[in-house]
């Protein structure tokens, strides 16, 4: 299931929490033999217009920085006009049937294609979606139209100090599934007093902390759950089964158990796990990409560290890579005049292939999924890219469905501290019940 289906990410999923890339951008899939070479646009003239109503609005000064730049190069005026946080949606609606409308917008799922699919021009054979490095992260309508193509994403999984591994007896490949990631744990935190470091970081479980299980590591059930019936995920379900919360227990028992920290005392809080793991206090650590910044400022390098996949057990789960996922969704306004759509074009197709554009871009995104963007410093976007170069499938970031967030995970949070401090069976059920009756209900509460 390479094929994103548009799933909001878990930036939505809280990370307004923190941000919801690689040395590389995603490792390109080789050529069919009988598809033709995508030709790069012809030499810009002045002719058209680029306007790019933009989504991200901490990128604003270094998107108006590249529309200046084009302009520079090429004579075509590019203005780029930010939307305030929140209010995307309410912009484009203004803005799209304006005689001077957007001709570079964001449609960021399938929601947002079945709203304005008809908008959008089929970038089907463009030279900017030939330029893709994976072939993840592209949105279509009902008919098959490729509707929008993601231009940055985020990722997150199970960080891994690989020098501590290597101190520990293991190579960074060892660990291919859950049963190579428990026989690690359980051996690590066997000899922490001889090893010096424990398997995982403390999992508190306060508002600080909470959301790296209750809304990411909650992401491997729904997952698996939405891989055997996709076509119930293409919008927020009304309700879950919950097929896969066993194997959510025993990736969560995992890592609460081999700790340092006793899982009694997580309700309280006020762990700080970064520095536990840049400390060199333990092996594992949950977290995402935008966590690099925080580590790297403690004194770690890129090559120090890797980021696995989270591993629970389920079968095939060799061949499953990072959480992954973007809102962030170029599409093309085919209402637009045809020189304005071409310019537009060929402006996109600048920004992922010229080196210095494409520097600029990925300063402010992150990583940019294209063969040619230039590569980003942050090394979990780099293993990202290993899983997708092995052929692996990108777990999809489906969390961002939960329903009235807020809500159904502090119920979630409630009944995890109680399990924590008692783990039965009959504790491990209110669990269960938390989140998969909590999503019917919280869904309810929010449609009716």
Avoid at 196 to 214: I, L, V
Avoid at 234 to 261: H, R, W
Avoid at 324 to 351: K, S
Wanted: glycine letters at 8%.
């Amino acid at each position: 299931m390479k094929k994103l289906i548009a799933l909001l990410l878990a930036l939505a999923m809280v990370l307004s929490l923190a941000a919801c890339g690689a040395s590389d951008a995603p490792a390109a899939e080789a050529p069919k033999a009988d598809a033709p070479a995508a030709e790069a646009p012809a030499e810009k003239k002045a002719e058209g217009s680029v306007y790019w109503l933009n989504f991200k609005p901490e990128s604003d000064e270094a998107l108006k920085e590249l529309g200046a730049m084009y302009e520079a190069e090429t004579g075509v005026p590019v203005k780029v006009v930010t939307a305030a946080s929140g209010t995307y949606e309410q912009t484009l609606t203004a803005q799209i049937d304006k005689s001077d409308a957007p001709t570079l917008i964001v449609v960021g799922n399938q929601a947002a294609v079945n709203n304005w699919g008809d908008y959008c021009y089929d970038l089907t054979g463009t030279p900017v979606a030939e330029e893709r490095s994976t072939d993840a992260y592209m949105l279509y309508d009902a008919d098959g139209k490729l509707c929008s193509l993601g231009y940055c994403y985020e990722c997150y999984g199970i960080i891994c100090n690989v020098e501590l591994l290597e101190k520990a007896g293991y190579t960074k490949d060892y660990i291919t599934n859950f049963a190579t990631l428990k026989e690690v744990a359980e051996d690590v935190h066997a000899r922490a007093a001889e090893l010096g470091f424990d398997a995982f970081t403390s999992a508190g479980m306060d508002g600080s902390s909470s959301w790296r299980y209750t809304g990411h590591l909650i992401n491997a059930a729904y997952y698996w759950e939405s891989v055997a019936n996709p076509d119930a995920w293409v919008t927020c379900p009304p309700s879950i089964e919950g097929t896969y919360m066993d194997n959510f227990k025993q990736l969560y028992d995992l890592m609460v158990v081999n700790c340092a920290t006793p899982r009694a005392d997580l309700a309280n809080g006020g762990f700080d796990a970064g520095a536990e793991f840049a400390n060199g206090e333990a092996l594992f650590y949950v977290n995402g990409n935008w966590e690099w910044s925080n580590l790297e400022s403690k004194g770690m390098t890129a090559d120090q560290v890797h980021m696995y996949p989270y591993y629970c057990g389920v079968e095939g789960e060799e061949k499953i890579g990072l959480n992954a996922g973007t809102e962030n969704y170029w599409a093309v306004n085919a209402e637009a005049d045809e020189e304005d759509i071409q310019a537009t074009l060929d402006f996109m197709y600048w920004v992922v292939t010229d080196p210095e554009a494409s520097a600029i871009a990925v300063g402010t995104f992150g990583t940019m999924p294209y063969k040619q963007a230039v590569a980003s410093p942050n090394p979990f976007y780099g293993s990202a890219n290993e899983y997708l170069a092995a052929g692996c499938d990108i777990m999809e970031c489906v969390n961002g469905f939960q329903p009235n967030v807020d809500a159904y995970r502090a119920t979630a949070v409630s009944a995890m501290n109680e399990y924590n401090a008692d783990p039965s069976d009959a504790n491990w059920e209110k669990v269960v019940t938390a989140f998969v009756d909590g999503w019917a209900v919280q869904y309810a509460a929010v449609n009716g």
